[in-house]
T-cell receptor, first 115, second 113 residues
Framework: GAVVSQHPSWVICKSGTSVKIECRSL??????MFWYRQFPKQSLMLMAT?????????EQGVEKDKFLINHASLTLSTLTVTSAHPEDSSFYIC???????????FGPGTRLTVT | GQQVMQIPQYQHVQEGEDFTTYCNSS?????IQWYKQRPGGHPVFLIQ?????EVKKQKRLTFQFGEAKKNSSLHITATQTTDVGTYFC?????????????FGKGTKLSVIP
């Protein structure tokens, strides 16, 4: 089945630094990938849609200068959290659609802790 | 934007009891998808329903799509501890021509052995 990997699985960083998270589709090409944020005991909040070869589309309220997305190839999208603050601490998950119904295949997620 | 409401938020059941989670939308959905997220894990696709009144089964799980395509349900018969997790329904997002999904808030299922 479709597999999506995500790296790193967890990261701790200091306030003010930047963190890059990678999302890869391992056995299929994904022209579109999605980045979600999930707070404890809450649902998935779509942050942005990553489009290969073009600019990402950000959801309302998501700062594009803070959450930089790059989709440089058909199998890789990256999310960079710039100038991280403790309130950016969260679980970040990427997904890629595939299949007849475009069901989404999720990466294992990245737990970010900003101290 | 489109919203998908899901209830209940939490459900505690004794092992062997049945469980149902409901999903409602104010607008007609072209399709609905269901996902399961185990504690500490990531969402995993379970099924997609497309047709009005559609019913699909996966072992002890029964998925239904309403006749008006505005609601859906997931029913688990005789729950087991392996059913523990959060179940999300998801409808198409508002982005035109995209594969976006709008997720419900999820129902967290706890199974007491």
């Amino acid at each position: 089945g479709a597999v999506v990997s995500q790296h790193p699985s967890w990261v701790i960083c200091k306030s003010g630094t930047s963190v890059k998270i990678e999302c890869r589709s391992l056995d299929f090409q994904a022209t579109t990938m999605f980045w979600y944020r999930q707070f404890p005991k809450q649902s998935l909040m779509l942050m942005a849609t990553s489009n290969e070869g073009s600019k990402a589309t950000y959801e309302q309220g998501v700062e594009k200068d803070k959450f930089l997305i790059n989709h440089a190839s058909l199998t890789l999208s990256t999310l960079t959290v710039t100038s991280a603050h403790p309130e950016d601490s969260s679980f970040y998950i990427c997904s890629a659609p595939r299949g007849a119904g475009y069901e989404q295949y999720f990466g294992p997620g990245t737990r970010l802790t900003v101290t | 934007g489109q919203q998908v409401m899901q209830i209940p938020q939490y459900q505690h059941v004794q092992e062997g009891e049945d469980f149902t989670t409901y999903c409602n939308s104010s607008t007609t959905l072209s399709n609905i998808q269901w996902y399961k997220q185990r504690p500490g894990g990531h969402p995993v696709f379970l099924i997609q329903l497309v047709k009005s009144g559609e019913v699909k089964k996966q072992k002890r799980l029964t998925f239904q799509f309403g006749e008006a395509k505005k609601n859906s349900s997931l029913h688990i018969t005789a729950t087991q501890t392996t059913d523990v997790g959060t179940y999300f329904c998801a409808g198409p997002g508002s982005g035109a021509g995209s594969y976006q999904l709008t997720f419900g808030k999820g129902t967290k299922l706890s199974v007491i052995p």
